[in-house]
């Protein structure tokens, strides 16, 4: 079957306003990228429980679940990094059109990817923040021992260490989780979200 075929019925749904309303909340989709080990996911869990506490539906995806489900045919090569995205992107915005507030927490690392993800979702509704303690600092929280197996070249294209990472152009916020605690990342992350998850 071809794309002639395909024929969208967003004319006969219900609209992304019509689920906004009846949640009481406009849908954005914040998307934490950063190195590996940067405090991504701590800080996005949190951020969903502190949602949800204020009477917010969020919906959170991480690096792991996404890998182990929906993109478990995928591995790290660069044209695979960047459809690991892009599905992420494309599962974000379905979340979006549903008026679900969606945290996104993945390496993302470069401005190509990134780019991608945000003109898949709407400039008007990606919220990027940019969690960027120094290196040094992600090796030593690496529990899992990624960073040492890739030191010894045991994990190929490791970002941050046999892989690069850009930093964002034009993040919305940029937290050093080594100079400050989940507490007053969350607290800075709520400021920049606060007038834009509000309904009107």
């Given at each position: ?67 182990t ?69 992600c ?25 690069p ?7 919305d ?28």
């Amino acid at each position: 079957m071809t794309k002639n075929h395909i024929h969208p019925v967003f004319d006969k749904i219900l609209t992304r306003e019509d689920r906004e309303r009846l949640l009481n909340q406009r849908a954005k989709v914040i998307w934490f990228t950063g190195l590996s080990g940067a405090g991504k996911s701590t800080l996005a869990a949190a951020l969903e429980k502190e949602l949800y506490s204020r009477g917010f539906l969020c919906k959170l995806l991480d690096g792991d679940n996404i890998r182990t489900g929906i993109n478990n045919n995928l591995g790290f090569t660069d044209e695979d990094r960047k459809e690991n995205i892009r599905r992420i992107a494309e599962v974000c915005k379905l979340f979006l059109n549903c008026g679900v507030i969606t945290i996104a927490a993945f390496i993302s690392p470069t401005n190509e990817i990134r780019k991608l993800a945000r003109s898949i979702i709407g400039e008007e509704d990606f919220i990027e923040i940019f969690v960027n303690p120094p290196l040094q600092v992600c090796e030593q929280r690496d529990t899992k021992g990624l960073y040492k197996k890739a030191r010894k070249g045991e994990i190929k294209n490791f970002t941050g260490i046999s892989a690069p990472f850009e930093a964002p152009e034009n993040p919305d916020l940029v937290i050093d989780t080594s100079m400050v605690g989940v507490e007053e990342s969350l607290r800075m992350v709520m400021e920049v979200l606060e007038k834009d998850i509000q309904q009107k």
